[in-house]
């Protein structure tokens, strides 16, 4: 009988007298082969599922090489009945598997060839048209917002063509929001029936809708069953209405900051004091103890700006005097702005003129978020563009922010609108998308604070994203507080009417030149001469409270300001809602015809009441022409007629060519000059929300 070890010695003598080769290195082959055939099968499926095939494959070479060593160590009987179980097969089949794996060899190639085929006809085709995702935020948040949509667009693409686009648009403010959204995104009631086809929308209906706060989003008028809905029961279930608001969390915060400049800064900087003060009135105490004497504090216009409201009840608690005075204190003439990137574009344009030192009275009344833009350089909206804030132009007007425990925070929900005949099933999944990429790509990489009021930590070696992190490297941690509570702001309505109990009441009786040469185009921005004047004058009336008063009257040889036919006269009254729709509506329907009315008769036949009056009246400023016997009629102006309305005002909106030194406007406003005003202005190119503004701060 044969023992094992000689049986052994016989099948190495018969292997290696077959084949010439030992009989061990024909077993390490056979191992090697087994253990590639598994790498390849195993690494194929796993790729199909995730990553790349070389990695997969070198990691499961590793695993499988060290299960083949271990099998021959431990069992090494078992191991060798394996192996020569499978050179028998090999033996076999040999011809088999060779036509096998040559035919898979084929097919690859077929499909790989396939597969580029297309890939090359896919690339070389064109792209259709992207979705367009249109979305409707703060002038403050249209830079960060822009920056995370063109990101998003960006990662959407498929093939070399983008799924989606996104326009990020400015709101104008919650008052014209209200009614744009109570109107169905028309900027007013029809005038009339015969002028019905006359409304102008805002721009395209927004998909989603960003505020600033829940408080605005509350303030706008819904349907019945939509949160929100005032009177409504929170169980109730949605009703069909047009449109419809589906809130889908926050996007970020940012709490509402006074900021000094670095002057005033270093002299109210303590670093043993707590980042955030027990309120407004122990902010500005600790400013006047430090030698800091303020004289105003600069906010937006409150009804063209959300922020601005928001912080207006936390001013007012905080300052000495009644709310009339307080309301002083907080919009200075000079400052007038119709929202925060306005503001804070006009210190950038200081600071490059070099023209003057950072006013140290003075502090500064924003969101945190748009000072982080403006003291990191960034594009401030469609106001201005970016700046090396290190330069030495910018870097003396740098903003410190200061923190109390009373200023509200801006909570930035996430609002998906729905209108009726755009609600299909390709738009709802885009805001979807792009709701969850926000949730994977947050605002917190553009200078947000988290929902929870907390600035996050950047990711490490991200240069391409503004962290607020890198504003508190800059100002330092103890100006900063990594986390601030979540104030809510109050009621938008409660605020407009206290600031409207506030503010002294204005009259203003309008007056528009609708004459043929106010087609002509517009010396500043563009546009028709009549465009610029009709926004200008609806942006005025927008600023305008409930218990203000208001009228129009349009001139022109054919268009009486007396008539009550002619189309665009509406009586003045008090300016309530309707009041302001039944104005903006004439505006935007009216048209140039028919010759120059002598200036002079149009302020003859103004609408004008009795008391302090102020007359604006929109014109291309006319030519000496067209008023005969100027010299006498400016002298009946001055004598008579102001004899009649000692309390007038007058002031002259110029939309060019004339300007302020030109006849006979030049000598129509010395006739009615007055005491405390400049009388005439002309149109530039700020925005006419920016202009309108400050016109109505003079006035008041």
Not at 4 to 25: A, C, I, N, T, V
Not at 260 to 278: G, Q, R
Not at 442 to 458: C, H, Y
């Amino acid at each position: 009988m044969t023992g094992p070890h000689e049986g052994d010695g016989g099948r190495s003598q018969s292997s290696r007298r077959q084949d010439g080769l030992p009989g061990w290195f024909r077993g390490f082959m056979q191992v090697m082969f087994l253990d590639l055939c598994s790498t390849v099968i195993v690494s194929l499926g796993v790729t199909l599922v995730h990553g790349a095939f070389w990695l997969n494959a070198a990691i499961t070479l590793l695993v499988i090489a060290l299960l083949t060593a271990g099998l021959f160590v431990f069992y090494p009987g078992i191991a060798h009945d394996v192996l020569e179980q499978v050179s028998t097969t090999l033996r076999r089949g040999g011809a088999t598997l060779a036509w096998g794996l040559g035919g898979a060899a084929v097919m690859a190639l077929v499909l790989l060839a396939c597969t580029g085929a297309y890939r090359l006809r896919a690339d070389a085709g064109s792209c259709g048209q992207p979705l367009d995702l249109r979305v409707l935020t703060a002038p403050e948040t249209l830079t960060p917002l822009r920056a995370a949509a063109a990101e998003f667009a960006n990662d959407s693409e498929d093939g070399g063509c983008r799924k989606y686009s996104v326009t990020v648009v400015p709101e104008s403010g919650p008052v014209p929001l209200y009614d744009g959204f109570r109107l169905l995104w028309r900027r007013s009631e029809a005038a009339d029936a015969g002028h019905a086809d006359g409304q102008q929308l805002f721009g395209p209906q927004p998909d989603i809708w960003i505020p600033s706060s829940t408080a605005e989003y509350d303030f706008v008028p819904k349907g019945p069953g939509q949160t929100g809905a005032a009177g409504l029961s929170g169980g109730a279930p949605p009703a069909k209405g047009d449109p419809v608001f589906r809130v889908r969390g926050s996007v970020g915060s940012s709490p509402l900051v006074l900021a000094l400049f670095t002057k005033a800064h270093e002299s109210v900087a303590d670093p043993i004091a707590a980042p955030i003060a027990p309120g407004t009135a122990a902010l500005l105490e600790r400013v006047a103890d430090a030698g800091v004497k303020l004289t105003a504090i600069a906010r937006p216009v409150p009804e063209t700006s959300a922020a601005a409201l928001a912080v207006t009840p936390a001013l007012y608690a905080a300052t000495p005097g009644g709310d009339a005075e307080d309301e002083r204190f907080a919009e200075p003439a000079d400052l007038v702005a119709p929202d925060a990137v306005s503001l804070l574009c006009r210190f950038r344009e200081r600071a490059a003129a070099q023209s003057s030192e950072p006013p140290d009275d003075l502090a500064v009344a924003v969101p945190e978020q748009v000072l982080h833009d403006y003291d990191m350089g960034r594009p401030l909206g469609d106001r201005c563009g970016a700046v090396d804030p290190d330069a030495a132009p910018y870097a003396g007007w740098r903003l410190h922010p200061y923190y109390a425990t009373d200023l509200p925070t801006l909570d930035y929900p996430f609002v998906q609108v729905r209108w009726r005949g755009q609600d299909t099933r390709e738009r709802n999944a885009a805001v979807a998308a792009f709701r969850r990429w926000l949730d994977r790509d947050p605002l917190t990489l553009q200078g947000f604070r988290d929902d929870r009021g907390v600035i996050p930590p950047a990711r490490e070696g991200d240069t391409r994203h503004y962290h607020l992190s890198r504003l508190q490297s800059v100002v330092g941690n103890r100006v900063m507080p990594s986390a601030v509570g979540l104030r809510r702001p109050e009621g938008v309505q409660d605020t407009l009417d206290r600031i409207g109990a506030a503010r002294p009441r204005t009259s203003v009786s309008l007056l528009l030149d609708v004459s043929g040469s106010m087609g002509g185009a517009a010396r500043a921005r563009g546009g028709s001469r009549l465009g610029r004047g009709t926004s200008f004058l609806r942006s005025l009336v927008s600023q305008l409270q409930s218990n203000d008063r208001a009228g129009l009257r349009v001139s022109s040889a054919t268009a009486s300001p007396t008539g009550a036919e002619t189309f665009g006269n509406v009586p003045r009254d008090a300016a309530s809602p309707e009041q302001q729709n039944a104005i903006t509506s004439r505006l935007q329907a009216v048209a140039s015809g028919g010759a120059d009315q002598p200036l002079s008769d149009a302020i003859a036949a103004a609408d004008l009441g009795p008391g302090r009056q102020n007359l604006i009246l929109v014109t291309d400023g006319q030519i000496s022409a067209t008023n005969p016997a100027l010299a006498s009629r400016v002298k009946w102006l001055a004598g008579e007629f102001r004899g009649r309305h000692p309390g007038l005002r007058l002031t002259v909106v110029l939309t060019g060519p004339a300007t302020c030194d030109s006849s006979p406007v030049k000598q129509i406003v010395a006739a009615l000059a007055p005491k405390d005003g400049r009388g005439c202005v002309a149109l530039t190119d700020a925005p006419e929300a920016e202009q309108a503004a400050e016109l109505l701060s003079e006035l008041r």
